[in-house]
């Protein structure tokens, strides 16, 4: 598992990768995730691995478009 934040709209946001196994079936998970007074808020995208790559790109700008 990776671990690190971002600044996402002028908010910091935590940030997890993880290569996990789903009812036998391997994928990446790459999750943003903030907590705050008014409650908290997960978003993440997730590829096979072989796919992740190829795909990161559309996730972040997927996940960079959160506002909060």
């Known amino acids: ?27 990446v998970f790459y999750w943003y995730y903030w907590s705050g007074p008014k409650g908290t808020v997960q978003l993440y995208g997730y590829a096979a691995p072989a796919d992740f790559d190829a795909n990161f790109g559309a996730i972040q700008d997927l996940m960079n478009g959160l506002t909060l």
């Open 1 to 27: 598992m990776e671990e690190g934040s971002a600044i996402v709209n002028g908010v910091q946001v935590q940030i997890l990768k993880a290569k996990v196994k789903m009812q036998g079936i391997d994928v």
